[in-house]
């Protein structure tokens, strides 16, 4: 099983980046797919993820109105497009895999939950 991240990169405040997760097929429509992210010195914030790599979107308050969480089953993609994007964004971003697929709640996307994570992907916000 393997999550693999793409996407990520220095941007300046306000700017745009997106960020791109493929995921086995074995676990895409079985599993609740999305997004943590870790700042320096902070824990692991779940911050958006989909049931089942499809479905209503679950996003983190910190997140709500900038971040849009979408899923291609075709590709077995999870994507992540971040727009205007403040210093507090800065972190290496995790995409995750949690099963069963209806996972994606407030509750229970949390990072001791996890059963899959990618290696991250740094993504930096300057001034």
């Known amino acids: 099983v393997q999550l693999v991240e793409s996407g990520g990169g220095l941007v300046q405040t306000g700017g745009s980046l997106r960020l791109s997760c493929d995921v086995s097929?074995?676990?895409?429509?079985?599993?609740?797919i999305g997004w943590f992210r870790q700042a320096p010195g902070k824990e692991r914030e779940g911050i958006a993820c989909l049931n089942g790599g499809d479905g209503i979107p679950y996003y983190a308050d910190s997140v709500k109105g900038r971040f849009s969480i979408t899923g291609d089953s075709a590709k077995n993609t999870v994507s992540l497009q971040m727009k205007d994007l403040k210093l507090e964004d800065t972190a290496v971003y995790y995409c995750?895999?949690?099963?069963?697929?209806?996972?994606?709640?407030?509750?229970?996307?949390?990072?001791?939950?996890?059963?899959?994570w990618g290696k991250g992907a740094l993504v930096t916000v300057s001034a």
């Open positions: 995750a895999a949690d099963w069963p697929a209806n996972r994606c709640t407030s509750r229970r996307w949390v990072h001791s939950y996890i059963d899959y």
């Open positions: 097929a074995l676990i895409y429509n079985v599993h609740a």
